[in-house]
T-cell receptor
Framework: DGGITQSPKYLFRKEGQNVTLSCEQN?????MYWYRQDPGQGLRLIYY???????QKGDIAEGYSVSREKKESFPLTVTSAQKNPTAFYLCASSTETSGRRNEQFFGPGTRLTVL | AQSVTQLGSHVSVSEGALVLLRCNYS??????LFWYVQYPNQGLQLLLK??????LVKGINGFEAEFKKSETSFHLTKPSAHMSDAAEYFC??????????FGAGTRLFVKA
């Protein structure tokens, strides 16, 4: 079955540590996204990538970094510069062949807790 | 700039009652509109989408939504609520580029 996988499901980090969240898709989608979800705030865009080896900052990119070396993979690193990293992180992908009418497909999420 | 407003962060209905979740959008160009559902500790799943074809859009699990340009609304409805409908619902708009703007979400509670 095609879909998006995120790992791990739960992640605990000590303050001052960097941590990388994995996102893999086998849908052959060109575009991939990372969102942060906090209670009552909906989804906020961290980074997105339209094609391999290219990515753009979203609305809340500070303290995060990404890479897009392969079409199917879009890992997110939460650095120690992120002041309040405890949140639920969602990865998504979409195909852009028909323009902007296409929905995004979401992974199951990673819940990050800073101890 | 586009935006999405979901009226009511929490909605409670009785099982079998009508479900109405409200969404208003702001866009300077014709929008593409989406409703997603999220169950606890899971990702989002598409319920339905409006892409400038029929204004009444039918989705999965008996949900539907009507695009009303004059009211800039895209409210989600279901005639009869089921316990399994309890979840959080997000309205989203996409008008250009690669960004999709999500509303803050409405949590639906279904009482037995």
């Amino acid at each position: 079955d095609g879909g998006i996988t995120q790992s791990p499901k739960y992640l605990f980090r000590k303050e001052g540590q960097n941590v990388t969240l994995s996102c893999e898709q086998n849908l052959n989608h060109d575009a991939m996204y990372w969102y942060r979800q906090d209670p009552g705030q909906g989804l906020r865009l961290i980074y997105y990538s339209q094609i391999v080896n290219d990515f753009q900052k979203g609305d809340i990119a500070e303290g995060y970094s990404v890479s897009r070396e392969k079409k199917e993979s879009f890992p997110l690193t939460v650095t120690s510069a992120q002041k309040n990293p405890t949140a639920f992180y969602l990865c998504a992908s979409s195909t852009e062949t028909s323009g902007r009418r296409n929905e995004q497909f979401f992974g199951p999420g990673t819940r990050l807790t800073v101890l | 700039a586009q935006s999405v407003t979901q009226l009511g962060s929490h909605v409670s209905v009785s099982e079998g009652a009508l479900v109405l979740l409200r969404c208003n959008y702001s866009s300077s160009v014709p929008p593409y509109l989406f409703w997603y559902v999220q169950y606890p500790n899971q990702g989002l799943q598409l319920l339905l989408k409006y892409t400038s074809a029929a204004t009444l859009v039918k989705g999965i699990n008996g949900f539907e939504a009507e695009f009303k340009k004059s009211e800039t609304s895209f409210h989600l409805t279901k005639p009869s609520a089921h316990m399994s409908d309890a979840a959080e619902y997000f309205c989203a708009v996409r008008t250009g580029g690669f960004k999709t703007i999500f509303g803050a979400g409405t949590r639906l509670f279904v009482k037995a």
